[in-house]
């Protein structure tokens, strides 16, 4: 893969160079993307809105622009070899290296025809402040046009997926994924590993926007009186958007739904659904940040005249979870006063609730985030297999925590979305040795019917088979 580097003048996501006036403003704000996520280390959800805002695109301009740059940033090991591959330079300024990326996403991936792939490219790199490289991005892209895909990954003897299977960096090239998040995978699929190819693929296919709705705040049928919204496929929490955005439906500007992955949803139902012993008044959510499955869990607890404490250790982030759960706190009637959400600041392992104990405790872990790449696809070009000694070591110890914060009888579930085995079941093996005697393992498919999974002692939702996030679910009841 290329190597995006940070550029020499150092940008905003929302400032323009003298030099870019240009009449294709779809692919510009493509580019500027694409630049916010390699010199500024953006997410592309947050630096796109801004973008396309100081560009006014909307509408099928503003569809065109996100496409071209999340399908590059989802292919760009892929598409970043096939143009290499023209080339015979061995250093190319990180705005042409962008522009052919795009330019070749494009003819291969998009339909775009290549004589107006070409041609825009040309104008794009000019516009853009390299009028030098207009000649060889020309060239590159004419070499490219060559061929197409099919052709192309035979030419880089990337043929079928069934080929592959024996070689994972070639598997992790054809389906533009780091080799060790592919070797993962491989790991975390065991004996059903002839379904890597599928996995991979449904990485890179852009996930439609879930809704969810807060308990207590709207309903799954309040949703769906708008047209543009379909009923989920697992949870009962869910609507699925099949255009316009989420911010468009009034329910969601209100604050009685928002925007979350359905296998995120499941998993708060999953913990309001474990049996416990003896008084259920007091939930916790651990790792509460930025509030989503909060949320989820505030409208849960407060049905059954239930607490939820919920601790975020960053005081900024802790103000935002704190607004996303105020609805809860201005909606109950008088019957329910005393139980609007607690925020807490600070770090969890370091037990900010004092001696309190709770019945439920979710701990939804910081994680590698690698089983939310349909989403997040910038992250797998972020994330190291190196980065997991440290979130390993950090699981743990929530885990841990939340097992000691529990009331005997009480039930502690843990999620990641990742479904690497070093965050997944080791964590769980860890947690059952250290605290051997005093816990239990329940079969979390159980508590989760939908998934079909009744027995299994775990839960691993894949977005190739349940159309969700890679999110990893155990339930643990303290003795």
């Given at each position: 893969?290329?190597?995006?580097?940070?550029?020499?003048?150092?940008?905003?996501?929302?400032?323009?160079?003298?030099?870019?006036?240009?009449?294709?403003?779809?692919?510009?704000?493509?580019?500027?993307?694409?630049?916010?996520?390699?010199?500024?280390?953006?997410?592309?959800?947050?630096?796109?809105?801004?973008?396309?805002?100081?560009?006014?695109?909307?509408?099928?301009?503003?569809?065109?622009?996100?496409?071209?740059?999340?399908?590059?940033?989802?292919?760009r090991s892929l598409v970043d070899a096939i143009w290499q591959s023209c080339s015979q330079r061995e250093q190319v300024d990180p705005d042409v290296q962008r522009v052919l990326s795009m330019g070749t996403h494009q003819m291969l991936q998009m339909q775009v025809?290549?004589?107006?792939?070409?041609?825009?490219?040309?104008?794009?790199?000019?516009?853009?402040?390299?009028?030098?490289?207009?000649?060889?991005?020309?060239?590159?892209?004419?070499?490219?046009?060559?061929?197409?895909?099919?052709?192309?990954?035979?030419?880089?003897?990337?043929?079928?997926?069934?080929?592959?299977?024996?070689?994972?960096?070639?598997?992790?090239?054809?389906?533009?994924?780091?080799?060790?998040?592919?070797?993962?995978?491989?790991?975390?699929?065991?004996?059903?590993?002839?379904?890597?190819?599928?996995?991979?693929?449904?990485?890179?296919?852009?996930?439609?926007?879930?809704?969810?709705?807060?308990?207590?705040?709207?309903?799954?049928?309040?949703?769906?009186?708008?047209?543009?919204?379909?009923?989920?496929?697992?949870?009962?929490?869910?609507?699925?958007?099949?255009?316009?955005?989420?911010?468009?439906?009034?329910?969601?500007?209100?604050?009685?739904?928002?925007?979350?992955?359905?296998?995120?949803?499941?998993?708060?139902?999953?913990?309001?659904?474990?049996?416990?012993?003896?008084?259920?008044?007091?939930?916790?959510?651990?790792?509460?940040?930025?509030?989503?499955?909060?949320?989820?869990?505030?409208?849960?607890?407060?049905?059954?005249?239930?607490?939820?404490?919920?601790?975020?250790?960053?005081?900024?982030?802790?103000?935002?979870?704190?607004?996303?759960?105020?609805?809860?706190?201005?909606?109950?009637?008088?019957?329910?006063?005393?139980?609007?959400?607690?925020?807490?600041?600070?770090?969890?392992?370091?037990?900010?609730?004092?001696?309190?104990?709770?019945?439920?405790?979710?701990?939804?872990?910081?994680?590698?985030?690698?089983?939310?790449?349909?989403?997040?696809?910038?992250?797998?070009?972020?994330?190291?297999?190196?980065?997991?000694?440290?979130?390993?070591?950090?699981?743990?110890?929530?885990?841990?925590?939340?097992?000691?914060?529990?009331?005997?009888?009480?039930?502690?579930?843990?999620?990641?979305?990742?479904?690497?085995?070093?965050?997944?079941?080791?964590?769980?093996?860890?947690?059952?040795?250290?605290?051997?005697?005093?816990?239990?393992?329940?079969?979390?498919?159980?508590?989760?019917?939908?998934?079909?999974?009744?027995?299994?002692?775990?839960?691993?939702?894949?977005?190739?088979?349940?159309?969700?996030?890679?999110?990893?679910?155990?339930?643990?009841?303290?003795?």
């Open positions: 893969m290329a190597t995006h580097r940070r550029s020499a003048e150092h940008r905003r996501p929302g400032t323009v160079r003298a030099s870019e006036v240009a009449s294709d403003l779809p692919r510009l704000a493509a580019l500027r993307i694409l630049r916010a996520v390699d010199d500024d280390d953006a997410y592309a959800h947050l630096a796109s809105g801004q973008i396309l805002s100081s560009l006014h695109l909307q509408g099928r301009d503003a569809a065109f622009a996100l496409n071209l740059a999340y399908g590059v940033l989802r292919w025809p290549a004589h107006a792939a070409i041609a825009t490219s040309v104008d794009l790199i000019r516009t853009a402040g390299s009028p030098g490289a207009a000649g060889f991005v020309n060239a590159v892209l004419r070499a490219v046009q060559a061929d197409d895909l099919p052709g192309w990954l035979t030419r880089l003897d990337l043929g079928g997926p069934d080929d592959l299977m024996g070689d994972l960096g070639k598997l992790a090239l054809r389906w533009s994924h780091p080799k060790w998040i592919v070797a993962a995978f491989a790991a975390a699929l065991g004996p059903r590993m002839a379904e890597l190819p599928a996995l991979l693929a449904a990485d890179n296919d852009p996930a439609r926007p879930v809704l969810v709705a807060l308990p207590g705040l709207a309903t799954t049928l309040d949703l769906l009186e708008d047209p543009r919204l379909s009923a989920g496929r697992l949870s009962p929490l869910a609507a699925v958007l099949a255009q316009g955005r989420p911010d468009e439906v009034a329910a969601v500007r209100e604050g009685r739904a928002a925007v979350q992955d359905e296998g995120s949803q499941l998993a708060a139902l999953a913990l309001s659904r474990a049996p416990v012993d003896g008084d259920d008044g007091a939930w916790l959510d651990l790792c509460a940040g930025p509030g989503g499955k909060a949320a989820v869990l505030a409208g849960l607890a407060m049905a059954r005249s239930a607490q939820l404490t919920a601790v975020e250790p960053h005081p900024s982030r802790a103000r935002l979870l704190a607004n996303r759960l105020a609805p809860f706190g201005q909606e109950v009637g008088l019957a329910l006063q005393g139980l609007a959400p607690e925020v807490l600041v600070g770090d969890a392992r370091q037990a900010p609730w004092g001696d309190r104990r709770f019945s439920r405790v979710l701990v939804d872990a910081p994680c590698s985030g690698i089983g939310a790449l349909r989403r997040r696809p910038e992250s797998r070009w972020r994330r190291l297999a190196s980065d997991l000694t440290a979130l390993v070591a950090l699981q743990r110890e929530l885990l841990l925590t939340a097992i000691d914060a529990a009331v005997p009888g009480g039930v502690v579930l843990y999620v990641t979305c990742s479904p690497h085995p070093a965050e997944t079941v080791e964590v769980i093996d860890y947690a059952l040795r250290m605290r051997q005697g005093g816990v239990l393992p329940l079969a979390t498919g159980s508590l989760l019917p939908e998934v079909g999974l009744l027995q299994s002692p775990t839960v691993q939702l894949w977005p190739h088979e349940h159309g969700t996030d890679a999110m990893f679910m155990a339930a643990i009841r303290v003795q």
